[in-house]
């Protein structure tokens, strides 16, 4: 089964919703899910996890300084702390930022894509076992993202790229779709009898 990007970023921003997110984390996180689907990376795993795991907030001591991010007590979200960072994102060039304990980190890619952006430099990520790099626009990723990192490094680099490709849909895996699929729905809104009747249109209509 594929579907396209536009479907993965409507039914990520429902999901992420039906979570419990607020409606601009949604966005955040449908945004995120499908630039990961675009670079080949699966991005509808991750937010599947991301959403059925519990996670904790970022350290308080950690907002202030910037460069050193930990949680407080479950693992840290990554959609949380990237969105912290974008707002930071010129800071990154002082010095490395280090992240503790983070789940499903492939989600913090697009947020290194969009600091990628601001700041005109590549940004590195990189955890035990693998290395992304992002300009912004593409995507190089060595080795393999786990679900939970214990420690990420955010920096700058001179490093060359040699993007990954690009793609137009996305293949997820059944059990993530339809776990998608099945927070997603908790976002629409229950039927009424008033809704019923209207939406049973003129067949409810006695014209005799």
Not at 177 to 201: D, V
């Amino acid at each position: 089964m594929t579907v396209s990007l536009n479907e993965v970023e409507a039914t990520a921003k429902k999901a992420a919703r039906g979570a419990g997110h607020t409606w601009g984390m949604a966005e955040e996180a449908a945004k995120a899910t499908r630039w990961l689907c675009r670079h080949g990376v699966d991005g509808c795993a991750a937010l599947a996890r991301l959403l059925t795991t519990e996670t904790g907030d970022i350290e308080q001591d950690a907002l202030k300084r910037a460069c050193v991010w930990r949680p407080v007590s479950a693992p840290l979200c990554p959609l949380n702390v990237g969105a912290s960072m974008a707002d930071l994102a010129h800071e990154l060039i002082d010095e490395p930022w280090q992240v503790g304990h983070v789940t499903c980190p492939s989600l913090l890619i697009p947020f290194a894509a969009d600091i990628a952006s601001k700041t005109g430099k590549t940004v590195a990520l990189s955890g035990a076992g693998f290395t992304a790099l992002t300009d912004g626009e593409t995507l190089n990723l060595v080795g393999q993202m786990p679900y939970q990192a214990d420690q990420l490094v955010f920096h700058t680099t001179a490093s060359p790229l040699r993007p990954n490709g690009v793609f137009s849909r996305s293949d997820p895996a059944k059990p993530d779709w339809a776990m998608l699929q099945e927070l997603a729905h908790r976002t629409y809104a229950p039927a009424t009898e008033a809704s019923r009747l209207k939406g049973a249109g003129a067949g409810m209509t006695d014209n005799d």
